[in-house]
């Protein structure tokens, strides 16, 4: 096709670049490499370039920090322990302190890989908290029947089927996965909506197999037992919000813009 210009005939000196001006979109756009510098500086809300979700700094936030969670709430314990009078060995509590911490470890991961994604789905999320929590529960109970047998304890009390409570626990993580991904959505990213999202599904599944362990364990728990046992039920969703709060946070705050 042949050029306008050259279809009016031959162009007089310097009447070129009056006849045909640069257009508004060729002066107004950058050079392609202003472009790409400038799209590659563009915010994706993963905190990586690429669109590549920041996976591993997210996940070992949470690792560390459920670790602690595991800890501390095994203090709780001891501190219930030491208040009923029936603090005498040590062994049964290592043992517990294994079972404990892996289940927190695993569980608030497999809950926080969800989040790592560029956008937090929630049907993701709480996939992976129904999956998660089961594993995470049989992880920790092998573990824990293990540490007994070689620290030479004996288990007496029987309970509620332990596949009953792996998928009361897989429906209790899904809840609380779809929810903590709703509120990982707003801004500013609120601690009270964690906690209390953590609160609300304690109670409600947490409460359940509290029910089931007092319904079904013989010889009756004591209450020691019992004790110990709702501060995990109750305590441990509570904690595990607080874990993904934290690990949103420093995600968010990676991810910022820097000036």
Not at 118 to 140: D, E, I, W
Not at 189 to 202: E, M, V, Y
Not at 226 to 251: M, S
Request: charged content about 10%; proline content about 8%.
């Amino acid at each position: 096709m042949a050029n306008p210009s050259e279809a009016n005939g031959p162009s007089t000196p310097g009447s070129s670049s009056a006849s045909n001006p640069p257009s508004a979109s060729s002066s107004a756009s950058p050079p392609s490499g202003a472009r790409a510098a400038g799209g590659a500086s563009e915010p994706n809300g993963s905190g990586a370039p690429g669109g590549a979700p920041q996976l591993w700094p997210r996940v070992l936030t949470v690792a560390w920090s459920s670790i602690l969670l595991g800890l501390a709430l095994e203090g709780v314990v001891l501190g219930i322990a030491a208040g009923y009078g029936t603090l005498k060995e040590a062994a049964p509590f290592v043992a517990d302190t294994v079972r404990g911490v892996s289940w927190s470890m695993l569980v608030c991961v497999g809950v926080a890989c969800g989040t790592a994604a560029s956008k937090a789905r929630p049907a993701l999320m709480g996939a992976l908290g129904l999956v998660s929590a089961p594993l995470a529960f049989t992880v920790s109970k092998a573990l824990h029947k293990s540490m007994n047998q070689a620290l030479s304890i004996t288990a007496v009390a029987s309970g509620p089927s332990p596949y009953l409570i792996a998928a009361i626990k897989g429906l209790e993580y899904m809840v609380l996965g779809v929810v903590i991904a709703r509120l990982g959505r707003r801004v500013p990213l609120t601690l009270g909506g964690h906690l209390g999202a953590g609160a609300i599904t304690g109670l409600v599944f947490g409460g359940g197999i509290l029910g089931l362990a007092i319904a079904q364990t013989e010889p009756a728990l004591a209450p020691v037992a019992l004790a110990t046992r709702a501060a995990n039920e109750l305590l441990f969703p509570i904690g595990c919000a607080f874990v993904l709060y934290v690990a949103e946070a420093f995600g968010r705050q990676a991810s910022a813009p820097r000036r």
